[in-house]
């Protein structure tokens, strides 16, 4: 069987050479375990940080070892009471076409009423870190207005479908015509930009949103994030979930101090991951289920096919070539 490894550290965008390749025997069963099938392995930027040397709030990835993320499994044999052979799960798994686990993390999932890729969605992390960010940090209320950076993302947008369930006015910032459109004529937002044809991104943002931001959901940092904060109303909330647009930074780079800002508006800006709202996943999920089955939203997925290209997935997400959350199929 394949397994996938960290050959190197990455300087800059990652490339097909910082992975490796390695076949490993197939592995056999003890007691007290199953024996997993990948289906499909969920790539997502937070990954290039564990890809990096040093303190983080998830342990980064080791040279020479193979790399894991969320991903979603078939149970082809098992010798663990309550997992029985044809069982799907979902949980942070290794980059191997077949594991044993003893079960611990690990969540059975139905793929009878939804594709099983969406627990790796919406009703997964991606659903989860969207909607507790929203809700918990930004606290949207009926007639504010509500901003999004990477709005055609995985995160980003489920974070502008639940604002607008919210009665929110919602404006999306992406990277293409296409993509802007699409944030209007799919997913409900009232207005977009597309960052990479606007050359005054803080006049862009204000003719947006005549009555400035409430809310920001930050997921690209940077040149884009700055302008937002221009626009923010007082009490505004700012939620830090990503930054795409430093990850790949070879030096740090230097913005506006936010201070003044946060100041002059009485403004929170708070950073999260979404493990600081485990307890409230019991909650979160439910209502996200009954939202999609409501028809309220829409799950979109970029799906790349085969073991091999799950490198070169992952690379894709850096250059924008993802429309919602980006997966990998693992073929039978």
Not at 169 to 186: F, H, P, Q, T, Y
């Amino acid at each position: 069987m394949k397994t996938i490894q960290l050959n190197s550290r990455p300087v800059g965008i990652p490339k097909l050479s910082d992975f490796k390749f390695v076949n490993k025997e197939k592995p056999t069963l003890a007691d007290g375990e199953i024996l997993l099938k990948a289906n499909y392995i969920s790539v997502d930027p937070y990954l290039r940080g564990r890809m990096m040397e040093g303190k983080s709030y998830v342990a980064p990835f080791e040279l020479n070892k193979v790399m894991s993320s969320g991903m979603i499994a078939e149970v082809v044999e098992s010798k663990l009471n309550g997992f029985s052979k044809g069982d799907h799960v979902s949980g942070m798994m290794e980059w191997k076409e077949f594991q044993t686990s003893k079960g611990e993390g690990l969540m059975k999932v139905d793929g009878s009423h939804v594709s099983l890729s969406v627990y790796l969605g919406v009703l997964g992390m991606t659903g989860l870190t969207a909607y507790l960010g929203l809700t918990e940090i930004g606290k949207p209320k009926a007639g504010e207005t509500v901003v999004v950076s990477g709005a055609a993302g995985a995160v980003g947008s489920v974070v502008g479908q639940i604002a607008k369930i919210k009665g929110c006015r919602v404006v999306g910032i992406a990277g293409s015509d296409e993509k802007v459109e699409e944030l209007k004529s799919k997913y409900g937002f009232d207005a977009g930009i597309n960052y990479k044809t606007t050359t005054n991104m803080t006049q862009a943002i204000a003719e947006c949103c005549p009555e400035g931001v409430d809310v920001y959901f930050d997921n690209v940092g940077g040149e884009i994030s700055d302008a937002v904060m221009m626009n923010v109303n007082r009490f505004a909330r700012i939620i830090v979930c990503g930054a795409i647009s430093m990850y790949n930074a070879t030096s740090v780079p230097m913005g506006p101090r936010v201070q003044p800002i946060l100041i002059k508006n009485s403004a929170l800006m708070q950073g999260f991951i979404v493990s600081n709202y485990t307890e409230k996943f019991g909650v979160a999920i439910p209502q996200l289920a009954k939202y999609v089955q409501e028809g309220k939203i829409i799950s979109t997925e970029t799906i790349v096919k085969g073991f091999d290209n799950v490198p070169q997935a992952f690379i894709n997400l850096f250059e924008g070539k993802n429309k919602g959350k980006m997966i990998v199929e693992i073929e039978a």
